[in-house]
């Protein structure tokens, strides 16, 4: 056991050895603070197979005693897969890439087809819009009591024709949304359990590996994730109906 520092079992605050309280929340310490941090597993073993910030994952395990819990963790949250990839989950950070890329092209494939009708409208609205403003029929001379001076204004086509294009451009932010929403959600609950995964990982791995962290396996996966995430994109993209309904967000008139 590490003998420089122990874990309070109130908190997961770091305390020294010669404390008699707790720094972080006073309650006091006793002999029961030696227990080790994750049950039938030695502090040590842990700091040794965790590596850089073992003191940082000693807290945290100890502030949670369940299998699966939510913990703020800021690297995971920032970098997602590649923190798996960095702490040694090869094979957990690759179940995460799959299920993202599965989830996001099928619903990038299917609610295209769905929502068909809807992008045709949104391509008609856009045409009829384009072609009277370039026409220069958005504008008209009026005139106004006592009818002695002429006025510029909007004409009820060209509010009509707008307002088509909102309501066509709203249908296909939706379509946009119902993709994308699925995807974020999913990436988020992996970040926020990234310590209980990690946690059940050491449990399950600690005797077969000995160095907690890879730089060149953060590296790695990350060029293997975004080669393989723009190749599927790519062939999504050889789909016509996919391909038309990307075509429209992109050309979504954002001043509307």
């Known amino acids: 056991m590490d003998n420089q520092y122990i874990i309070c079992n109130n908190c997961g605050a770091k305390c020294d050895i010669h404390d008699k309280f707790c720094k972080a929340c006073f309650s006091t310490l006793s002999e029961t603070e030696f227990e080790p941090v994750i049950e039938g597993i030695e502090d040590v073993e842990l700091i ?144 926020l359990f990234a310590n209980a995964i990690y946690k059940n990982h050491i449990i399950a791995n600690i005797h077969s590996n000995k160095n907690g962290t890879s730089m060149k396996n953060a590296i790695g996966g990350l060029v293997a994730v975004n080669l393989v995430t723009w190749i599927v994109s790519a062939l999504l993209l050889q789909i016509p109906v996919v391909s038309r309904f990307f075509e429209a967000t992109s050309t979504l008139i954002n001043w509307l």
Not at 148 to 153: E, L, P, Q, V, W
């Open 48 to 191: 040794n197979y965790i590596g850089k910030k073992s003191d940082y994952y000693l807290e945290k395990f100890a502030q949670k005693k369940g299998k699966w819990f939510i913990q703020w963790n800021c690297a995971a949250l920032l970098f997602g897969p590649a923190w798996f990839f960095y702490r040694r989950m090869p094979k957990i950070a690759i179940v995460y890439v799959a299920v993202l890329i599965l989830l996001s092209s099928l619903l990038g494939v299917v609610l295209p087809v769905v929502f068909n009708a809807d992008v045709d409208e949104y391509f008609a609205a856009k045409e009829a819009y384009s072609d009277y403003i370039n026409s220069g029929g958005e504008r008209y001379l009026y005139k106004e009591p006592p009818y002695s001076t002429y006025m510029i204004g909007l004409h009820p086509t060209y509010e009509k024709l707008r307002d088509d294009l909102k309501e066509a451009q709203s249908k296909i932010r939706l379509i946009e949304f119902l993709i994308d929403a699925p995807v974020f959600a999913v990436n988020i609950l992996f970040r």
